[in-house]
């Protein structure tokens, strides 16, 4: 069974720096993607980064290019995204979630979910 489990969110002034982590555990991930969502009050979970585990292909929404970077640390089954530049726009819960094979940017790719970190930015 696969589990997921994020930390590192918190408060943050705008213009600053917070990094998550997903702690993967239950499989070998080689083939998995794994992505990192969020989810802001009364609106859609949406695709934030993705990375291919075997290959380390990276991939990103609009939204966050630039300022955030995901990445893999393959000996611990961990995942990071380190988030720069940050606005207010960026609060939100961030969930990570992992997937078998090549998958979509879509929340309906993904099988499996960690629990969420809260992510603030204040202005």
């Known amino acids: 069974q696969v589990q997921l489990v994020e930390s590192g969110g918190g408060l943050v002034q705008a213009g600053g720096s917070l990094r998550l982590s997903c702690a993967a555990s239950?499989?070998?991930?080689?083939?998995?993607?794994v992505g990192w969502f969020r989810q802001a009050p009364g609106k859609e979970r949406e695709f934030v980064a993705g990375?291919?585990?075997?290959?380390?292909?990276?991939y990103y929404d609009d939204s966050v290019k630039g300022r955030f970077t995901i990445s893999r640390d393959n000996a611990k089954n961990m995942i990071y995204l380190q988030m720069d530049s940050l606005r207010p726009e960026d609060t939100a819960v961030y969930y990570c979630?992992?997937?078998?094979?090549?998958?979509?940017?879509?929340?309906?790719?993904?099988?499996?979910w960690g629990q969420g970190t809260q992510v603030t930015v204040s202005s």
């Open positions: 990375i291919t585990w075997r290959t380390g292909i990276t």
């Open positions: 239950g499989r070998t991930f080689v083939r998995y993607t």
């Open positions: 979630a992992a997937e078998q094979g090549a998958t979509d940017r879509t929340r309906y790719g993904y099988s499996y």
